[in-house]
């Protein structure tokens, strides 16, 4: 534990995953081509006017209702007004009066931890266009401009750059698992400001705040906060109070530490009020319900009920959440009688093994959950072995046919007690010396016997019930 208490609060800025713009037709997607997804209204030409979209709104909604925000009776935007190269019309659409949601509250994990996280807002704006720069000049992009983008608020309650990260990526589960946003960092999707000042552990008061601006990834948000932790603490150490002002900064990735920008005294006044060219309109509470009939089981609801209802371990339940297709693969398995740890073992090593290295989605895997099932009845049969299972499911794969096209009887597992006694007696006449060695003492040489067995049956003899056998031969 640090000297000093860290207070962190987090502005978050996702973008939504929308057909078209939140306020023009023009495509939402990610394209690295410039100002290839503009219309006239993202340019902001004379006798355009905004119309809202519908489906942004409705995940706005969505994600209000997954923070257990208040939502609000009237939905309305204001004008944030400045002048920047990267805004067209010299003022932004967004919400500052009627957010489209309040006073939310989430639980995260940290470390093993819940900790509770308590929002102040969440509102629907339309992003700005991106500038490039170059050694001597800056151009503008415009595909961003126009772009559904979420902003989250939080309230400063976190205390470290870990609870800060977790929050992160708890969202950014939350965002993917609503079906709202791909939350992408690599695309820019997810941007961050961060509000960090430090407190005496027995003060009443917080302390100066600094704010960190436009922080493009988790790791970068990590080395911030703790950078300026660091920072604030040396000089509070040094009794230079003073040089704690209130004031934007920047993180700066090659030297790892923040650059002041401007001091917060400095601030635009941006005349927020209301956009006259979007009415406000009624939010019933029909629609809200059947919005929250959309939203599923979150990733930590999940990983509670694999962990009690299943057994699964905590390590196991936090693979199989990590991301909501992983989940819905594991309880497809689940619904079609595959066992629970049975599927879990699957999942978490030869199936994320492959779409790994394949770099696939898991939905465009071959194995369905009910091809998988194929393998696993005939282990439970014991038809087949575990070594002969994955042999089958990586020809299943390859060539892309159904793994019964591989299951015959040339592969059926030897379990009948009698015959199995047989080979093993035969082993053991063969093996006088290894046999003598092991019962003075060289534990190790049962592995070896079992070793055999195999091998003398080509890997089709239980290895369950050649265990039973030879242990029972070898210790009696």
């Known amino acids: 534990m640090g000297k000093y208490k860290a207070v962190i609060g987090l502005e978050m800025h996702c973008e939504l995953k929308s057909n078209s713009k939140v306020f023009s037709s023009a495509k939402n997607s990610y394209n690295e081509t410039p100002n290839d997804n503009i219309s006239a209204v993202d340019m902001a030409f004379p006798g355009t006017l905004p119309v809202v979209n519908k489906k942004c709104v409705k995940d706005a909604l969505k994600m209000s209702i997954a923070l257990n925000c208040t939502q609000p009776e009237y939905m309305y935007f204001d004008r944030k007004n400045y002048y920047y190269p990267d805004l067209p019309k010299g003022y932004q659409i967004t919400q500052m009066a009627s957010p489209v949601g309040v006073n939310g509250h989430i639980t995260i994990e940290c470390n093993g931890e819940k900790i509770p996280v308590n929002i102040h807002d969440i509102h629907l704006e339309e992003d700005a266009a991106s500038l490039d720069h170059y050694y001597d000049t800056s151009c503008i992009d415009y595909n961003r401009a126009g772009v559904p983008l979420l902003e989250l608020v939080t309230e400063p309650c976190l205390h470290s750059a870990l609870e800060a990260v977790a929050f992160l990526e708890h969202m950014r589960s939350v965002y993917k698992y609503c079906d709202v946003s791909e939350a992408d960092t690599k695309k820019g999707q997810i941007r961050c400001d961060v509000n960090i ?35 604030q603490s040396e000089l509070k150490d040094q009794g230079r109070y003073e040089e704690i002002e209130q004031e934007t900064r920047r993180f700066d990735e090659e030297s790892g530490t923040t650059i002041r920008m401007r001091s917060k005294a400095d601030a635009i006044d941006y005349k927020y009020f209301v956009d006259p060219n979007l009415p406000k309109f009624k939010i019933s509470p029909e629609w809200l319900e059947e919005i929250k009939k959309e939203i599923p089981l979150l990733a930590l609801e999940r990983k509670e009920k694999y962990m009690n209802e299943l057994n699964l371990s905590d390590y196991d339940a936090g693979v199989i959440i990590k991301e909501r297709e992983y989940a819905e693969y594991f309880e497809s398995c689940l619904n079609i009688g595959i066992d629970a740890k049975i599927a879990c073992n699957w999942l978490t090593t030869q199936i994320l093994g492959e779409i790994n290295k394949l770099e696939i989605n898991i939905k465009d895997f071959y194995l369905t959950p009910s091809l998988l099932k194929q393998i696993i009845d005939e282990i439970n049969k014991g038809t087949i072995s575990s070594k002969q299972a994955k042999e089958i499911f990586y020809k299943s794969l390859e060539e892309k046919k159904e793994p019964k096209t591989y299951i ?36 190790n040489l049962f592995d070896y016997f079992v070793g055999q067995v195999m091998k003398n049956t080509r890997g089709k003899a239980n290895p369950v019930i050649t265990k039973e056998i030879l242990n029972k031969k070898l210790n009696n």
Do not use: C, P, W
């Open 197 to 231: 000042s430090i407190m005496d552990y027995d003060a009443t008061e917080l302390g100066t705040r600094v704010e960190v601006k436009n922080i493009n990834s988790f790791g970068n948000v990590y080395d911030a906060i703790n950078y300026e932790i660091k920072r």
């Open 408 to 443: 015959n009887s040339d592969m059926a597992q030897i379990s009948d007690n009698d015959e199995l006694e047989t080979i093993i007696n035969k082993i053991l006449e063969e093996s006088q010396t290894q046999v003598e060695q092991y019962k003075n003492g060289k534990d």
